[in-house]
């Protein structure tokens, strides 16, 4: 899920995104919340430059609830 401008810190497990951390996008939006296995899952939440965030809990990448 790493895409060229973007930056991650946070928890590392065998070389991939893991545990608590915070991703931010080249577009200025930000997730701030769980990950698994290089994709968010568990709680988190993105954060978008006009100041508006979206709420979620994430399986594999995908919000679900």
């Known amino acids: 899920?790493?895409?060229?401008?973007?930056?991650y810190d946070g928890?590392?497990?065998?070389g991939r995104m893991e545990?608590?951390?915070?991703y931010n996008f080249p577009t200025e939006t930000k997730?701030?919340?769980?990950?698994?296995?290089?994709?968010?899952h568990g709680k988190g939440t993105l954060f978008f430059p006009n100041g508006s965030k979206y709420e979620a809990t994430w399986?594999?990448?995908?919000?679900?609830?």
């Open 31 to 40: 997730y701030e919340g769980d990950m698994k296995d290089g994709m968010f």
């Open 19 to 22: 545990g608590k951390g915070t």
């Open 1 to 7: 899920m790493e895409y060229t401008g973007s930056q």
């Open 11 to 14: 928890d590392y497990r065998n």
């Open 59 to 65: 399986e594999n990448g995908i919000a679900v609830q």
